[in-house]
Nanobody, 121 residues
Framework: VQLQASGGGLVQAGDSLRLSCVVSGSTSRYKMGWFRQAPGKEREPVARISKLGGNIAYAPSAEGRFIVSRDHARKTAYLQMSSLKPEDTAVYYC????????????????WGQGTLVTVSS
């Protein structure tokens, strides 16, 4: 399976941005996750959504500001980001896992190329 992330860009603090991740195969087979990696830092989880969308989890930094969703018909997962802060600046990656028990980055087998989000103050 191939993942194509898009939607990143340069925004100001307080702005919103929606990232998309198009999956080449049947999206219902995969749990989807969003991760990010800031310069000089390790990759960290942002949000994840189960295969059927009934189970969603967020990192504390994303809780209340980000919304993860998926559209099986469009084979796409989304990360709606609001109230962006400079510390949200990072390359954002979408990832897919065959198991709904996937939590950490190592649990996700398939990865997109990443899309850069830059938030200016």
């Amino acid at each position: 399976v191939q993942l194509q992330a898009s939607g990143g860009g340069l925004v100001q603090a307080g702005d919103s941005l929606r990232l998309s991740c198009v999956v080449s195969g049947s999206t219902s087979r995969y749990k989807m996750g969003w991760f990010r990696q800031a310069p000089g830092k390790e990759r960290e989880p942002v949000a994840r959504i189960s295969k059927l969308g009934g189970n969603i989890a967020y990192a504390p930094s994303a809780e209340g500001r980000f919304i993860v969703s998926r559209d099986h018909a469009r084979k796409t997962a989304y990360l709606q980001m609001s109230s962006l802060k400079p510390e949200d600046t990072a390359v954002y990656y979408c990832a897919a896992a065959l198991s709904d028990s996937a939590i950490q980055a190592a649990d996700f087998r398939f990865w997109g190329q990443g899309t850069l989000v830059t938030v200016s103050s």
